[in-house]
């Protein structure tokens, strides 16, 4: 099927598992689908809320974990634009087999405790790995171990949790645009590293957006813990994707 480049004010349709749906010239597959409450997991990629203090989305595209299938081609929902006709498969057992597989890898690649991690139960890896029935992964524990920087007055980060979706390094920074956090080395070296200076003379409120945003337990805001008791934590209640409201009926189904 050929695909036509859209001019930013256009209309587009395209259909995103038999659901045909508008969107607009210059948004992504995901923002579509939130836009139509049409639930596509992500674990890098955020929508901007006054609750987590960003002003745009952010879509590092790192964590493939909302990967769809447009007109037959596995791509990632929160990088690829909307094109007229796109015929999108995502709510499929293959997708979310292979969903499952990247939660997988990410919990043997990493060291999560969940029963002592203070995210438990507002984690988004958790929660997708309950999602997807995770019980043990079919991959084999890497048992790394990796270094807990706790020098930081107000944050400790522990890089045993840390995904490298780098949404930290793309939404922290200082007014004139420093980066708090950023990326090191390639491959299985590749990590986070915070710039122990602007660290140190972090705002209570960045803080507290550092910690909100990292998707789990990496970033901890220090004299803050159990804030917010288990059995009152995000998922909680309800599990990951029963959050997805349509933006324009609010869902309220006509
Ligand atoms: S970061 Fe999430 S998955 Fe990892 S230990 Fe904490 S709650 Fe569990
Ligand atoms: S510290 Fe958190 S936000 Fe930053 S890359 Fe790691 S998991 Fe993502
Ligand atoms: S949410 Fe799309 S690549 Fe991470």
């Given at each position: 099927m ?8 256009e209309?587009i ?13 210059g ?8 836009k ?30 909302c990967?769809?299938?447009v007109n037959?081609?596995t ?26 597989t990247?939660v997988?890898l990410?919990?043997?690649?990493g060291n999560?405790?969940?029963p ?11 929660a997708?790995a ?7 992964p ?12 706790a ?18 390094v ?11 956090f950023?990326?090191?080395k ?14 140190k ?8 957006q550092?910690?909100h945003?990292c998707?789990?337990g ?6 803050k813990?159990?804030d917010?008791p ?6 909680d ?7 997805t409201?349509?933006?324009?009926c ?5």
């Amino acid at each position: 099927m050929s695909e036509t480049i859209a001019t930013a004010s256009e209309t587009i349709t395209l259909t995103i598992d038999g659901q045909e749906i508008q969107a607009k010239a210059g948004q992504t597959i995901l923002q579509a689908a939130q836009k139509n409450g049409i639930y596509i997991p992500t674990l890098c990629a955020l929508h901007a809320t006054k609750e987590n203090g960003l002003k745009t989305d952010i879509a590092p595209g790192t964590c493939r974990i909302c990967t769809v299938k447009v007109n037959g081609r596995t791509m990632a929902a929160c990088t690829t634009p909307v094109a007229q006709d796109f015929i999108v498969e995502n709510d499929t057992e293959e997708l979310n087999d292979l969903r499952k597989t990247i939660v997988e890898l990410l919990f043997v690649e990493g060291n999560h405790f969940c029963p002592s991690c203070e995210k438990s139960g507002s984690c988004d890896l958790q929660a997708l790995a309950y999602r997807y029935q995770m019980l043990s992964p079919r991959f084999r524990y890497a048992f790394s171990s990796r270094e807990v920087n706790a020098e930081s007055p107000k944050l400790l980060f522990d890089r045993n949790r840390c995904i490298l979706c780098r949404r930290c390094v793309l939404a922290i920074t200082t007014e004139d645009g420093k980066q708090l956090f950023g990326f090191t080395k390639r491959g299985d070296k590749s990590g986070i590293i915070m710039d122990e200076e602007l660290v140190k003379n972090i705002s209570e409120e960045q803080a507290q957006q550092a910690m909100h945003i990292c998707p789990v337990g990496a970033i901890i805001r220090k004299e803050k813990g159990f804030d917010t008791p288990f059995g009152q934590r995000k998922y909680d209640h309800n599990p990951i994707g029963s959050e997805t409201v349509c933006t324009t009926c609010n869902g309220e189904k006509s």
